[in-house]
């Protein structure tokens, strides 16, 4: 399988900490992207990184990107309570289709 | 504006039923994707199309799974002679060009097969 892994499965911090989850992934990519998803349903883009970035910023998310060692890190800075949801990285797969291939995701909860 | 959107919702069929997932992708998108997310399987693809034509059909995990998308727009994937394998949350996204853009997906459609 192309799955990429995340890690860790879940994850449970009290509001206002950090929260950090990490990607692999198997191939070359062109760029990398990380999606959250709440009860089970429609996924909401955060945030993409090209394969020629290491970091990225955008509110309260940092993404870093490694492509020599195929990871990437998601942090989440001052998280919410609203926060809690599945984390999941995704890579496209390159060729004319941009398919993405997901990572097996992160369960985050953020307790009040 | 307006988002991806997909109907029904929820849909439960009996074995051996076909069924049919519709997808309105968002104004303008030429590319537009089904995946499925199953407990066993995670988020998988299944179908890509670029305009009416669909030149990755690889995810399809039988022939008894096809698509189409008319008028570049609206996408519709059937289930054949479904099976409780086939139970899971269909995904329908679509991208503005396919090339290397983000992929902004619907709330899915949740099929369970009795």
């Known amino acids: 399988s192309q799955q990429g892994e995340e890690d860790p499965q879940a994850l449970s911090i009290q509001e206002g900490e950090n929260a950090t989850m990490n990607c692999s992934y198997k191939t070359s990519i062109n760029n990398l992207q990380w999606y959250r998803q709440n009860s089970g349903r429609g996924l909401v883009h955060l945030i993409l990184?090209?394969?020629?970035?290491r970091e990225k910023h955008s509110g309260r998310l940092r993404v870093t990107l490694d492509t020599s060692k195929k990871s990437s890190s998601l942090l989440i800075t001052a998280s919410r309570a609203a926060d809690t949801a599945s984390y999941f990285c995704?890579?496209?797969?390159?060729?004319?289709?941009?398919?993405?291939?997901f990572g097996t995701g992160t369960l985050l909860a953020v307790q009040p | 504006g307006a988002g991806v959107s997909q109907s029904p919702s929820n849909k439960v069929t009996e074995k051996g039923k076909d069924v049919e997932l519709r997808c309105d992708p968002i104004s303008g998108h030429t590319a537009l994707y089904w995946y499925r997310q199953s407990l066993g399987q995670g988020l998988e693809f299944l179908i890509y199309?670029?305009?009416?034509?669909?030149?990755?059909k690889s995810g399809l995990p039988s022939d008894r799974f096809s698509a189409e998308r008319t008028g570049g727009s609206v996408s519709t994937l059937t289930i054949q002679r479904t099976q409780q394998e086939d139970s899971a949350v269909y995904l329908c996204?679509?991208?503005?060009?396919?090339?290397?853009?983000?992929?902004?997906f619907g709330p899915g459609t949740r099929l369970t097969v009795l």
């Open positions: 995704a890579t496209d797969a390159g060729g004319a289709t941009n398919k993405l291939i």
């Open positions: 199309f670029q305009g009416n034509s669909a030149p990755d």
């Open positions: 996204a679509s991208s503005l060009t396919g090339l290397l853009g983000t992929q902004y």
């Open positions: 990184i090209r394969s020629n970035e």
